[in-house]
C-alpha cells in the first residue's frame, strides 16, 4: 500500500485534499459547539430524542473524519466519482489477437479452490487455480499450458481478485477474443493474516519468495498440466503485490518471462505491518529492491506498470523506477485510469495488463488447433 499525497482533480472537491478535510473538520466543530449550547434548551418533550439525535451524527461525524484522514493517508479514492465507480472508462486498444479470423466462441473457466504446501519453504496455504475452459478438452489432454501468478495486496487474500475483480469472468473475455492464450492462473495467498511478508524470504523469518517462486510451481506441476519450458510464466500483482510480483521475477528470470504491476511501489516497506524483515543486512535489502536492482543489473524480464492517475505516490514510485533502469530493463507504462488507489482503478487496468503479458507468453505445447480454440471445447 502507498501513501498519497493531496490531490485535486479540475472541477471536483477531491477527497484527498485539505479543503475537504477542513470542510468536515469545520462541520464537526459546528456539530459539537451546537450539541454542548443546546443540550439544556430543548424543548421538554423533544430532549430526548434530539440529544440521541446528536450524539449520533457526533458518531457519525466522527467516523467520517477518520474515514477521510485514512483515505488521505493512502489515496484509496480521489473524489465522490472515484468512490461510487462513477469514472470514465479506459480507451482499450483492440488486441492484435492470437490468430487470423472472428473472435473465440463464449465459453467458461472454472476456478478451484485447493491447498498448497511448500516442502521446501515450509509453508502451507490456500489458493486459487483458474483452468481455462479448453482445458477439459479430450483433444487437448496432451496439451500443457503457461502460467500466470497473482499477487494480491496487504491486508487481503487471493478472494479478491474474484470478489472484486471478476478474475474469472475477465480471463474467459481475454482467453476468447485471442488477447491472450488459455493459460493456468495461479494465486496464492502471499502474506500471513496480520503481517505483511512483503512476499520476500526474511531473514530469520518466514520464506515467502521460496514458497511463492519455488513451492507453488512445483505443487502446480504436480497436479495440473502446465508447460514445463523455460520462462513459461508470468506474474501480476496489485498494490503490496505489483511489488512482489517485480521482485520475484527479478529474482527468478529462468521462470518468468514478463512481470506486471498495478499501482505497485518498487522499494521494500518497513513498518509495523512488515516488522524487520532485513535484520539490518544493507545486501538483503538491496536484493529485495526492484528499483536498485535496476540500476545495478541487467535484467531481461521487461515490464508493464500502470497507476490511476489519483495516486500520485504510485506515479512517482514508476517514474523512479524508470530512471534507475535506464534500459537496462524493458518498461511499458500502460494507460492511467481515473482514480486512486482502489479496486475501481485495478478493475480498469487488468485487461491490457492480461493482454501485454498474454503477448510475452508460449500458447499451449502442443498447440491447440484453432477450431477448438474457436469453439472453447
Given at each position: 500500500?502507498?501513501r498519497?499525497?493531496?490531490?485535486?482533480?479540475?472541477?471536483?472537491?477531491?477527497?484527498?485534499?485539505?479543503?475537504f478535510?477542513?470542510l468536515?473538520?469545520a462541520?464537526?466543530?459546528?456539530?459539537?459547539?451546537?450539541?454542548?449550547?443546546?443540550?439544556?434548551?430543548?424543548?421538554?418533550?423533544?430532549?430526548?430524542?434530539?440529544?440521541?439525535?446528536c450524539l449520533?451524527?457526533?458518531?457519525?461525524?466522527?467516523?467520517?473524519?477518520?474515514?477521510?484522514?485514512?483515505?488521505?493517508?493512502?489515496g484509496?479514492?480521489?473524489?465522490?466519482?472515484?468512490?461510487l465507480?462513477r469514472?470514465?472508462?479506459?480507451?482499450?486498444?483492440?488486441?492484435?489477437?492470437?490468430?487470423?479470423?472472428?473472435?473465440?466462441?463464449s465459453a467458461?473457466?472454472?476456478?478451484?479452490?485447493?491447498?498448497?504446501?511448500?516442502?521446501?519453504?515450509?509453508i502451507?496455504?490456500?489458493?486459487?487455480?483458474?483452468?481455462?475452459?479448453?482445458?477439459?478438452?479430450?483433444?487437448?489432454?496432451?496439451?500443457?499450458?503457461?502460467v500466470?501468478?497473482?499477487?494480491?495486496g496487504?491486508?487481503?487474500?487471493?478472494?479478491?481478485?474474484?470478489?472484486?475483480?471478476?478474475?474469472?469472468a475477465?480471463?474467459?473475455?481475454?482467453?476468447?477474443a485471442?488477447?491472450?492464450?488459455?493459460?493456468?492462473?495461479?494465486?496464492?495467498?502471499d502474506s500471513?493474516?496480520?503481517?505483511?511478508?512483503?512476499?520476500?524470504?526474511?531473514?530469520?523469518?518466514?520464506?515467502?519468495?521460496?514458497?511463492?517462486?519455488?513451492?507453488?510451481?512445483?505443487?502446480?506441476?504436480?497436479r495440473?498440466?502446465?508447460?514445463?519450458?523455460?520462462?513459461?510464466?508470468?506474474?501480476?500483482g496489485?498494490?503490496?503485490?505489483?511489488?512482489?510480483?517485480?521482485?520475484?521475477?527479478?529474482?527468478?528470470?529462468?521462470?518468468?518471462?514478463?512481470?506486471?504491476?498495478?499501482?505497485?511501489?518498487?522499494?521494500p516497506?518497513t513498518?509495523?505491518?512488515?516488522?524487520?524483515?532485513?535484520?539490518?543486512?544493507?545486501?538483503v535489502?538491496?536484493?529485495?529492491?526492484?528499483?536498485w536492482?535496476a540500476?545495478?543489473?541487467?535484467?531481461?524480464?521487461?515490464?508493464?506498470?500502470?497507476?490511476?492517475?489519483?495516486?500520485?505516490?504510485?506515479?512517482?514510485?514508476?517514474?523512479?523506477?524508470?530512471?534507475?533502469?535506464?534500459?537496462?530493463?524493458?518498461?511499458?507504462?500502460?494507460?492511467?485510469?481515473a482514480?486512486?488507489h482502489?479496486?475501481?482503478?485495478?478493475s480498469?487496468?487488468c485487461?491490457?495488463?492480461?493482454?501485454?503479458?498474454?503477448?510475452?507468453?508460449?500458447?499451449?505445447?502442443p498447440?491447440?488447433?484453432?477450431?477448438?480454440?474457436?469453439s472453447?471445447?
Amino acid at each position: 500500500m502507498t501513501r498519497a499525497e493531496p490531490f485535486r482533480a479540475a472541477g471536483v472537491l477531491a477527497l484527498t485534499g485539505w479543503p475537504f478535510l477542513g470542510l468536515l473538520s469545520a462541520l464537526s466543530v459546528v456539530l459539537i459547539t451546537v450539541t454542548m449550547m443546546m443540550w439544556n434548551r430543548w424543548p421538554t418533550g423533544w430532549a430526548l430524542v434530539l440529544r440521541l439525535g446528536c450524539l449520533l451524527l457526533l458518531m457519525v461525524a466522527g467516523a467520517v473524519l477518520t474515514a477521510d484522514v485514512v483515505n488521505r493517508e493512502f489515496g484509496f479514492y480521489a473524489s465522490f466519482d472515484d468512490l461510487l465507480g462513477r469514472l470514465p472508462p479506459v480507451t482499450v486498444k483492440s488486441c492484435s489477437g492470437g490468430a487470423d479470423g472472428p473472435p473465440a466462441a463464449s465459453a467458461h473457466g472454472r476456478v478451484e479452490h485447493v491447498r498448497l504446501a511448500g516442502s521446501v519453504s515450509g509453508i502451507s496455504r490456500d489458493a486459487l487455480v483458474y483452468l481455462p475452459a479448453v482445458y477439459v478438452s479430450p483433444a487437448a489432454a496432451r496439451s500443457r499450458f503457461p502460467v500466470i501468478e497473482l499477487f494480491h495486496g496487504y491486508p487481503g487474500g487471493p478472494d479478491a481478485w474474484q470478489r472484486q475483480l471478476d478474475l474469472t469472468a475477465l480471463l474467459d473475455r481475454e482467453i476468447a477474443a485471442r488477447c491472450m492464450p488459455p493459460v493456468i492462473v495461479v494465486v496464492p495467498t502471499d502474506s500471513e493474516p496480520g503481517h505483511d511478508g512483503e512476499c520476500v524470504d526474511a531473514v530469520l523469518g518466514r520464506r515467502n519468495e521460496t514458497y511463492l517462486a519455488v513451492d507453488v510451481p512445483a505443487q502446480l506441476a504436480a497436479r495440473y498440466r502446465v508447460s514445463d519450458a523455460p520462462r513459461s510464466w508470468a506474474v501480476l500483482g496489485y498494490s503490496t503485490g505489483g511489488f512482489c510480483a517485480v521482485d520475484v521475477a527479478f529474482h527468478h528470470p529462468s521462470r518468468y518471462v514478463a512481470a506486471a504491476a498495478l499501482s505497485g511501489y518498487f522499494t521494500p516497506v518497513t513498518d509495523a505491518s512488515t516488522g524487520d524483515l532485513y535484520r539490518g543486512r544493507r545486501g538483503v535489502r538491496q536484493w529485495n529492491n526492484p528499483q536498485w536492482q535496476a540500476a545495478h543489473r541487467h535484467i531481461d524480464v521487461p515490464l508493464y506498470v500502470v497507476a490511476g492517475r489519483a495516486d500520485p505516490e504510485a506515479q512517482r514510485a514508476i517514474e523512479h523506477l524508470k530512471a534507475a533502469a535506464r534500459g537496462r530493463v524493458a518498461i511499458t507504462t500502460g494507460e492511467s485510469p481515473a482514480g486512486g488507489h482502489n479496486f475501481t482503478v485495478w478493475s480498469k487496468a487488468c485487461p491490457a495488463a492480461f493482454d501485454w503479458l498474454g503477448d510475452h507468453l508460449p500458447v499451449p505445447e502442443p498447440a491447440l488447433p484453432l477450431q477448438m480454440q474457436d469453439s472453447g471445447k
